[in-house]
């Protein structure tokens, strides 16, 4: 059974057991602080479990993709290693919002296991959670009795807390599971050793396949459990691990949905899987890797320094050091394997189809980018053996290297052993420990139990009609971090505050109280589908009726910015193409930021032409026509714009101003003239094929004009010309140009009569000519002159140092016999002595300059470089 058959068996059977199937959610979540990538098949339904909206569907089935690798769920550096732990994988699952529960759980899931997918029985063992004294629970004997009516109480296993018993996080849903575990040993291996005996410890060929959970409970903050009104189901089953069983391999990487993907590594690399362990553990990471990259940026997240960007920034860098340390690949290949993938996966995941030139444009760029870091790195970590004293290497020094160049500490720790070095690992991994401390620290939260202040009200938002409104608070809760110190949720039954999403940011504003107080909005976010306002207090009496209010100002000048935008997408379409693609935004009061793809630098023809195209639907008036319930099908049929790595429900939001018309929930101006005016500000590459503009709107641009119009009249000033100040800058410009020559041609006499002075005060030595000294020359002279020097004297060596503008500048001249004989380089000659002028430098073996901020220490180098050659 291939692959594409085993999901299609998995999701035509629920469909059969009245399950509504849908769509897997994005695998790159937008707009939930909780989470930056979906970790688990149940992430899209956190709002059903939480009870704070109810599921149109009372029973799902869906394939998600999921990816983990930060966090709680981390895998990333079992990846590789082991033939069943990936980053990117699919999670099949089935969901119960109050319906069904443990019973139809149970049975169905040994209905399709046995007699759909045909697994034998006697190669499955179930686990049943057996309770827990911490938390006053007994064993679930409602799970372990259904489990007994199928299977021999030989093959039900009890299971602890950590392996049965499941958790959303240290607060909320939870409840004890049922796993599924399949013994894929051959007979003879299965009659020495029982299966159950092998269950969760970690058995290459006795793995968990499936994980039914049953939530019925709520985790308070203080550790607590309470019983939930409702109870849920939520089942996972890995697809690699069951294609696995399916197929009749003993791993994850036999199977076909990998298969493809190593053919195309072995032909690129010309190695052979399953010839070499080394080589074989750099084969998965590599097969692994890709997909978890390819995925994310099909998804709308590109690589980055920060963030979710930097996770996949990571995955893909591993992959490539692996390929550069054990396959001995030392160029780009991992953009190779994106059109396997696709061709492969394309069919079940379209995203892929529709992102593929710019993943493989992406991919091939970040590659390139970081084979030049690995290179750099190379070098720097010969600085830090040449300086290490003895035979082992700071691990400090080695964290600086990973840190700050990002050059992998396996790496590190290989080149290392070769030369005959060692690690202090232990240095390594207090530094890392410290660092990870750091970090945590800055972005824990804690979090109290949210207070419900009154329970019959349902959320409601206004703030697409007005910005102001009587509320009533249903809940709130505390909130600590590093960053913002304590901080207040709260939660009312309406407000007008818009919370940040879709690039938008989130309102601010205050809550009027009765008593004449004022409780000030910092901000404003979605969480599990609540509105959420953050408050530093509390309104001093929570059971009164309150007025929210939206700050106004800040409100409009979003609505310009997010409607521009828009303007903005249909004008790079219009000018640049149709392939334009939004790739991400960030609109706020001040600026709007505008990532789209196109595959080269803008003219300055085509951002005039962009800008004019925007102004023009500005001064047009045209007006706003929002349809705020549309199916997707008749918005798409509309020709409305939707993004990619985004999540639509069957009920979307069209924004339309004239020909543009995109899917959107943000909010927005009621005519185009109010957004007056718009002005390009910048405009550059933020990734292979994806570009960033920036731009300004309304009061920006007039404060714009007026800050251009301020630097006007100073440089008019400054030039003291009432005339055309571009004429005048002409003629100072040419006129700088003159002196710049003459300067030069002084330079040149100064150093012509200098070189005559410095002949006769050459120290000849043993076998060669020696000079240190002090000059008035520039650094281009000095450089002149030795090179001079060097053509007339053999053997030289000449170190000359000067100030210039109150900077110190070094020259390091050694003829290049004299630096191969004697094994010396002027390169990190000038680096040591750069410490002198508190400045370094570099160069080649033969010459090399130096800078520092320090002039009075140019008199220290002078004398100190004999030390440096005797």
Not at 18 to 37: E, N, Q, Y
Not at 43 to 66: H, M, V
């Amino acid at each position: 059974m291939t692959s594409s058959e085993i999901r299609e068996n998995f999701l035509a059977f629920f469909k059969g057991k009245d399950h509504t199937i849908v769509p897997s959610a994005p695998m790159v979540i937008k707009d939930d602080p909780t989470l930056m990538f979906t970790n688990a098949g149940m992430n899209q339904f956190k709002e059903y479990f939480l009870g704070n909206s109810k599921s149109k569907y009372p029973r799902i089935a869906d394939t998600q993709k999921c990816l983990r690798v930060s966090g709680k769920h981390n895998d990333l550096e079992e990846v590789g290693k082991d033939t069943y732990h990936h980053t990117m994988f699919e999670m099949l699952g089935n969901w119960s919002f109050g319906d069904y529960f443990k019973k139809e759980a149970i049975a169905w899931a040994w209905e399709l296991l046995t007699e759909v997918y045909k697994i034998d029985k006697d190669s499955l063992y179930v686990s049943v959670f057996e309770g827990s004294e911490e938390d006053e629970l007994e064993l679930d004997k409602e799970a372990y009795d259904l489990w007994k009516a199928i299977v021999p109480e030989d093959r039900i296993i009890l299971g602890s807390k950590k392996d049965n018993f499941w958790e959303m996080g240290d607060q909320g849903p939870c409840g004890p599971c049922s796993e599924i575990h399949v013994d894929l040993r051959s007979a003879e291996e299965k009659s020495k050793v029982p299966g159950a005996g092998l269950v969760n410890q970690d058995h290459p060929e006795v793995v968990e396949i499936w994980n039914l959970v049953f939530i019925q409970y709520n985790r308070k903050a203080d550790g607590r459990l309470e019983s939930l009104p409702e109870k849920h189901v939520d089942t996972g089953m890995g697809f690699e691990r069951l294609c696995m069983a399916l197929q009749g391999v003993k791993s994850n990487y036999d199977t076909d949905v990998f298969q493809p993907i190593l053919k195309e590594v072995e032909n690129i690399t010309g190695e052979h899987y399953g010839s070499d362990p080394q080589k074989d553990i750099a084969m998965r990471v590599v097969a692994d890797h890709i997909r978890a990259v390819a995925f994310s940026i099909a998804d709308g997240q590109l690589p980055s320094n920060n963030g979710a960007g930097y996770v996949i920034r990571r995955i893909l860098r591993r992959a490539v050091r692996y390929g550069f340390t054990f396959l001995e690949i030392h160029e780009p290949f991992m953009y190779r394997l994106v059109k396997v993938l696709v061709a492969h996966m394309g069919a079940a995941f379209p995203e892929l189809k529709k992102q593929a030139v710019l993943i493989e444009n992406v991919i091939r760029e970040e590659e390139h980018s970081f084979l030049k870091t690995l290179e750099q790195g190379l070098i720097l970590l010969d600085e830090v053996i040449a300086k290490t004293k003895g035979k082992e290497v700071d691990g400090q020094k080695a964290f600086e290297l990973y840190d700050t160049f990002g050059f992998p500490i396996d790496l590190t720790s290989l080149i290392l052993s070769e030369k005959g070095y060692t690690l202090d690992e232990a240095g390594f991994e207090k530094a890392m420990q410290e660092q990870k401390s750091r970090s945590r620290s800055a972005s824990e939260v804690a979090k109290d139990d949210w207070q419900v202040v009154h329970s019959d009200g349902e959320q409601e938002f206004l703030g697409y009609d007005q910005l102001r409104a009587e509320v009533r608070l249903l809940k709130y809760r505390k909130i600590s971090t590093k960053k913002e110190g304590t901080q207040f949720q709260l939660v009312f039954d309406k407000t007008p505050f818009y919370p940040e999403g879709g690039g938008q940011v989130g309102d601010k504003g205050y809550l009027e109280v009765p008593n004449g107080d004022v409780v000030y909005i910092l901000d404003t976010k979605k969480e599990n589908n609540e509105i959420v306002h953050y408050a530093k207090n509390l309104p001093k009496h929570l059971n009164d009726s309150l007025t929210a209010v939206v700050d106004a100002e800040l409100r409009v000048k979003i609505a310009r910015n997010h409607s521009a935008t828009h303007l903005l997408h249909q004008a790079l379409r219009q000018v640049l193409g149709s392939h334009v693609e939004q790739k991400g935004s960030a609109v706020h009061a001040g600026h709007l930021r505008f990532d789209f793809s196109h595959f080269a630098k803008m003219s300055r023809e085509e951002l005039d032409k962009v800008e004019d195209f925007v102004n023009e639907r500005i001064h047009e008036q045209i007006p706003l026509q929002e349809n705020r319930r549309v199916s997707m099908k008749e918005a798409m049929k509309e020709g409305a714009i939707a993004l990619f790595g985004e999540k639509y429900g069957e009920q979307v939001r069209t924004i339309r101003f004239g020909d543009s018309i995109e899917l959107c929930g943000g909010t927005h101006v009621q005519n185009t003239a109010e957004i007056w005016h718009f002005k390009i500000v910048s405009e550059g590459a933020i990734a292979a094929g994806v570009r960033r503009i920036e731009a300004i709107t309304s009061d920006a641009v007039r404060e714009y004009f007026q800050e251009k119009e301020g630097q006007l009249d100073e440089i008019k000033a400054r030039l003291k010309s009432s005339g055309d100040p571009v004429k005048a800058i002409e003629n100072l410009m040419e006129e700088n140009t003159q002196l710049k020559k003459e300067i030069e041609a002084l330079q040149k006499d100064k150093a012509s009569g200098l070189k005559s002075e410095i002949k006769k005060e050459l120290e000849s030595l043993a076998d060669y000519k020696f000079l240190s000294k002090e000059v008035d020359l520039d650094a281009g002279a000095m450089k002149d002159l030795s090179f001079e020097l060097g053509q007339e004297e053999e053997n030289l060596f000449l170190l000359l140092g000067a100030e210039k503008d109150g900077k110190a500048l070094l020259s390091c001249y050694i003829s290049k016999d004299l630096a191969a004989s004697k094994g010396w380089n002027a390169g990190q000659i000038v680096r040591e002595l750069g410490k002198y002028i508190q400045g370094g430098g570099g160069g080649q073996p033969f010459f090399a300059t130096a800078g520092g901020k320090h002039p009075g220490g140019i008199k220290e180098a002078l004398e100190k470089v004999r030390t440096l050659i005797s």
